[in-house]
Every structure is written in C-alpha cells, then in structure tokens.
C-alpha cells in the first residue's frame, strides 16, 4: 500500500466516515485488532469501524482503490482468527446495532437491540416480522 495514496485516501474517507478508522499507530488500534482467540495476532493495515451501511460501502471502495484484502468483523468469535487478517482492511460491525425487519408494507427500525436482546428471540415474539434470506 502506497504510503500517499493510502494517506489521500484516508483523508478522504475521514471526511464522510461516521464510525471510526484506525491505523496501526493511532489510539485504540490495538484493542480493536484482537479477536476472541488470543492466539490470533494478526495485523491489519485499517481497521474501519462502522456505524451504518453508508459506512460500510466507504469502506470496501476504500478497499478496492487501495487494493488492499478485506476481512468482514461481526463479533470477532471465528476461532480461526478470519474476522481478521495481516496488512488488509478489517470492516468491524461491532459498532452497529440495529436491526431493520420488514414485513409487506410495513417495518421497523430498532436501535440497541442487538446489544440487549437476541434478534432471533425479537422475530420469534413477533410473529408477523420475519428475518431475511
């Protein structure tokens, strides 16, 4: 990764990013990059940490320009260490917390659920919400 391509681009990604975009240098880099499994130490390049979907397309076109490997984050819990990898871009969804369930013409949107509750048991309370494909 080209030092000044990898430099602009950031900068640009900064300017639109709601969550948070960490280097290897920057404060909270090294407690983001663990996983689950400590025997996993793994190194990526950046480390985008989204809020929101708009976040997550910033993130893979920052991946595709820059050339770099992606590596998708949910909980970090994969005990073969694949929600991280070395020198790549690690798109953590840790931050997000919604849930966004459609049903005909109707939907909901619920915000912090996914930190309390378990969606599965949301859409088995509500019959006439079911989860997607």
């Known amino acids: 990764m080209s030092t000044s391509a990898s430099s602009d681009a950031l900068a640009a990604l900064a300017k639109t990013f709601t969550g948070d975009v960490l280097r290897p240098a920057d404060p909270g880099y090294e407690e983001a990059r663990r996983v689950h499994n400590g025997l996993v130490d793994k190194r990526p390049a950046v480390i985008a940490r989204c809020r929101g979907p708009a976040d997550i397309v910033e993130a893979v076109t920052l991946a595709r320009n820059l050339n770099l490997e992606v590596a998708i984050r949910g909980g970090g819990h994969n005990v073969a260490g694949r929600a991280t990898l070395d020198g790549g871009i690690v798109i953590d969804l840790g931050l997000m917390k919604g849930i ?34």
């Not at 939907?107 to 088995?124: C, E, S, V, W």
């Open 100 to 133: 966004h369930a459609a049903y005909g013409p109707n939907h909901a949107r619920l915000q912090g659920l996914k930190a309390k509750y378990d969606p599965t048991n949301f859409f088995h309370m509500n019959q006439n919400i079911r989860p997607g494909p």
